[in-house]
């Protein structure tokens, strides 16, 4: 049983480098608690440059853990994300690890 | 040093749109204020419009102030639900209000009859007060108070409940605090906020 530990505190599980990224991370943390949010809603809340945000957006969707669904809106184009089951896992288990890296509860 | 991201402050920055931009506050203000207005005419009709009219200017200001600035979200299942009971249970207070003035108006000389407008400050009241806690915005509560002394004050001016003058000042002058109130949120927002110029 203690050997067990040791060996978990001498390895520690690998941290997800997708998430680990702190805009990545808020990214996540706020599409975690709504349903979906528009690409201007994250841009207020995160405080990322338009470029910023297009760029973590994009590797975030090419890990699949979020899905970006484009649209026309009063003839304006508008993008809306949303965390998929694996994002939230992702986020999940990324939060886990480092409350255990850590030694929280 | 604590790790843990602070998730529900993330949700709470998260929904604050609900009430960050005043609009809930000029809304309520609207509605007190000309529901006073009409009270120094001869109440009419009019007065039955007044909600939606409150409503209109929330909604229009979502769509062309508060949205193109901070973007919009789809709410967790969990939050539709709050946001479901909280539109049920303001019904349920509009329809308590209501049938709390038929039945002073029906039952002459009782203690709801006299104090028929005290009353209804009361149940105004604690409904803004429940808004506030389901809103998370703790200026609510002072509009609350605000409410409930406007209407309890209102009627200690007016002496009788069939003396609208004073009673409408007192309500005037209550709405109209909120409504500067929330202007002025809403001015900071606004300020706080300018509009993003590139969408995706």
Redesign the interface.
């Known amino acids: 049983m203690a050997t067990d530990e040791n060996q978990e505190a001498a390895n520690p599980p690998p941290l997800d480098r997708v998430v680990h990224e702190p805009a990545r ?1 808020k990214i996540l ?2 599409l ?14 995160t405080g990322l440059t ?1 470029g910023n ?2 760029s973590h ?1 994009s590797k975030l969707e090419e890990a699949g853990y979020i899905e970006v669904e ?1 649209e026309i809106k009063d003839k ?5 994300l ?1 965390l998929t089951d694996q994002g939230r896992t992702a986020f999940d288990a990324y ?1 886990q690890n ?2 255990d890296l ?1 030694g ?1 509860d | 040093m604590s790790y843990e991201l602070d998730m529900k402050e993330i949700e709470r920055q998260a929904y604050m749109s609900y009430s960050e931009d005043g609009l809930v506050d000029i809304a309520i203000g609207f509605v007190i204020m000309a529901w006073g207005l009409l009270l120094l005419k001869e109440p009419s009709g009019v007065i039955a419009l007044l909600g939606p009219l409150g409503m209109g200017i929330w909604y229009l200001g979502k769509r062309f102030i508060t949205i193109p600035r901070i973007g919009t979200i789809e709410p967790s299942p969990k939050m539709e639900r709050r946001l479901r009971n909280l539109a049920i249970f303001l019904l349920l207070l509009g329809l308590m209000a209501l049938a709390g003035i038929l039945i002073s108006r029906m039952v002459s000389s009782s203690f709801t009859a006299d104090h028929s407008l005290g009353i209804l400050g009361l149940v105004l009241a604690a409904g803004v007060a429940v808004l506030a806690y389901l809103l998370n915005a703790s200026r609510l509560y002072v509009y609350a108070v605000i409410l409930f002394v406007a209407f309890a004050g209102g009627e200690i001016l007016a002496g009788s409940v069939t003396n609208f003058d004073a009673f409408a000042s007192s309500v005037i002058i209550g709405g109209g605090l909120i409504l500067t109130s929330g202007i002025v949120v809403l001015l900071r927002f606004v300020r706080k906020y300018p509009r993003p110029e590139l969408e995706a």
């Open positions: 991370l943390a706020y975690s608690v709504v349903e979906s949010a528009d690409f201007v809603f994250l841009l207020s809340r338009y945000l297009s957006m484009k304006r184009p508008h993008t809306m949303s939060r480092m409350l850590l929280e």
